[in-house]
């Protein structure tokens, strides 16, 4: 049984599995840099380490600093949170040869997923439908020409080692191939020190829906259902739902199926997200695998009734899912959340600097997570979540409507938050009829624009 687990993450996630640990009687180490001394994740934690000044690279991404600490305080197991080391192959590596328990897949189905061209190539072969696209990376413009015509146009060129929606260059036509091939060839070598990129049909309306999956380490693989993630800025997720008003329970068994056989052959085990885009006529292709937990678990577990941190930990301790899982999983009511980002509404621009006043909603049918306090200094170094507002009803309108209140009964002052926009979200009309793709929010943007001018 793990007694104790080092925690190498901070903000709410980090909190997230301090409570997952304490519901099972596990002791916890938090590990923090220079900057986050007055964080709550350090005193929450039975124990806490400072590993280093405040730049990632040489605090919660510091290896040989986050081993030691574990060594230190006799943690068996690491619990890496989502961001930082949670998708690093070296450092679940690391983790197996030092024989410290990684809360996670194991490393070699890790650098399988982080690759996203190889990924797509392992889950086609298993049964997945994926998008038409290069078969794995291509190398030349020439090459890369070749695909495009055979794919047809318009294709997205993306980084085979991409993420966080960064990388990524569509191509409408043979004439802007060229400057377009090198620029993500040279994107990506800078960005995610490789430079393979491969291509992939680009969809013009898409909506991303992912399935949530847990395997455990005795080859079972079981899928919880889908999250709609649709409404994004800049590629990246800002309001998650459960379930999407888009997918039916056929459609959800189906694709359940496909990924349980295709995960459990691959050796899939712990938490992982299965990622699509679903095209005008409502077909889903898989786009990639996140070997982690995700920022939008909460809807999940709300509609499911099951703490997926927990369960991480468990079928890190080798319990199989049978002891872990009611016999059906069952999708009841639904939930949405909110990103609340210290950052702009408008711009999206991040906005550190000190919480003058914090005041979280509560209230029947509302959860939130966060790290923040009155008083409390967002650092510039890290990513801009301040707090996730999960929202759950009946159903969806129920959701939506307590959604609103929660927005409606909190105060952040202090900085910029992206309150405003969901609350525009929420009594937008489309939003509440359910129609929407990844392009809501530009165009949400630019009906505000419109109203102003006409004002
Ligand atoms: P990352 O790993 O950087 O998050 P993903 O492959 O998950 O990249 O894609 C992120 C987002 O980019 C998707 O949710 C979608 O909005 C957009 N996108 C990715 N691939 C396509 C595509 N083939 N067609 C249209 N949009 C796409």
Redesign the pocket.
């Known amino acids: 049984m793990i007694q104790k687990i080092l925690i190498a993450n901070r903000g709410e996630i980090a909190l997230r599995v301090i409570a997952a640990c304490k519901d099972l009687g596990i002791r916890t180490v938090a590990i923090y840099s220079q900057a986050d001394r007055e964080a709550l994740h350090v005193r929450y934690a039975d124990e806490a380490l400072c590993i280093g000044p405040p730049r990632s690279a040489e605090s919660y991404l510091n290896v040989p600093a986050v081993i030691s600490a574990a060594e230190i305080t006799d943690a068996e197991a690491i619990h890496p949170g989502y961001g930082f080391l949670a998708e690093d192959a070296a450092f679940a590596e690391v983790c197996e040869v030092s024989g410290v328990n990684f809360i996670g897949p194991r490393s070699d189905v890790i650098r399988l997923m982080g690759d ?1 061209a190889r990924a797509r190539k392992a889950v086609a072969a298993a049964g997945v439908p994926v ?1 038409p ?1 290069s078969e794995g990376p291509v190398e030349t413009e020439a090459e890369a020409r070749k695909e495009a015509e055979r794919i047809g146009y ?3 060129i ?2 085979a080692a ?7 260059r ?1 191509v409408r036509n043979a004439r802007e191939l060229e400057q377009s091939f090198h620029q993500a060839r040279h994107e990506a070598s800078a960005s995610f020190q490789c430079a393979d990129v491969y291509l ?5 309306r ?1 909506r ?1 829906i992912e399935f949530q999956v847990l395997g455990d380490q005795h080859g079972r693989v079981v899928s919880l259902g889908e999250r709609e ?2 409404i ?1 800025r800049r ?3 800002l309001l998650e739902e459960a379930p999407s008003p888009r997918v039916d329970a056929a459609m959800r068994a189906e694709i359940g199926k496909v990924l349980e056989t295709a995960l459990s052959r691959v050796g899939y085990s712990n938490a992982g997200t299965v ?1 699509f ?1 679903m095209d005008e006529d409502g077909k889903l ?1 898989f ?2 695998m ?1 070997a982690r937990i995700q920022v939008e678990h909460p809807v999940t577990e709300s509609v499911t009734g099951i703490d997926l941190v927990k369960a991480q930990i468990r079928i890190a301790d080798g319990e199989p899912l049978d002891a872990i899982l009611p016999e059906k999983i069952e999708i009841q009511g639904h939930a949405i959340e909110c990103r609340i980002n210290a950052e702009n509404p408008e711009t999206f621009a991040p906005s550190a600097g000190k919480v003058t006043k914090f005041l979280p909603p509560s209230g029947i049918g509302v959860r939130v997570e966060t790290a923040a306090y009155s008083g409390w200094f967002v650092p510039p170094y890290y990513d801009s979540l301040l707090a996730k507002f999960i929202a759950t009803g009946r159903d969806r309108t129920e959701a939506i409507t307590r959604m609103k209140r929660a927005l409606e009964m909190s105060v952040v002052e202090g900085v910029h938050t992206t309150i405003p926009l969901h609350s525009r979200i929420m009594s937008d009309e489309d939003f509440a009829l359910g129609n929407f793709d ?1 392009r809501f929010i530009e165009q949400l943007q630019q009906k505000k624009k419109a109203a102003s001018t006409v004002g």
């Open positions: 996203k998008l696209g318009p294709v997205i993306k980084a991409g993420g966080g929606g960064r990388g990524m569509i992939e049909k680009y969809i013009q898409p991303h993630c649709s994004q590629h990246q997720k990622e885009l292709y786009i990639e996140n990844t």
